[in-house]
């Protein structure tokens, strides 16, 4: 089972300077056992959006391979 994380993270551009964004991390669970298996940072600045990006994929059950065109299509 995949389960996916809204997290807060730091963002730092040279035009904007620190900004709060929001990435996700996704997990796989077996049994008792949780893997971390990968993070994707900056999905978006909006905490309300990575939160219904995370939900709706775990949800799902998205295979992690198909997040980039999910991404795409949803923001």
Do not use: N, W
């Not at 807060?8 to 990435?23: I, K, M, S, V």
């Not at 990575?50 to 295979?63: H, M, N, S, V, Y």
């Amino acid at each position: 089972m995949y389960l996916y994380l809204p997290i807060a993270q730091r963002g730092e551009e040279e035009a904007l300077g620190c900004y709060l964004t929001f990435g996700l991390e996704i997990y796989e669970t077996a049994g008792e056992q949780v893997r971390r298996l990968k993070t994707v940072s900056d999905v978006s600045v909006d905490a309300a959006t990575a939160c219904t990006i995370a939900r709706d994929c775990t949800l799902e059950q998205l295979d992690p391979c198909h997040l980039s065109d999910v991404l795409e299509d949803r923001l």
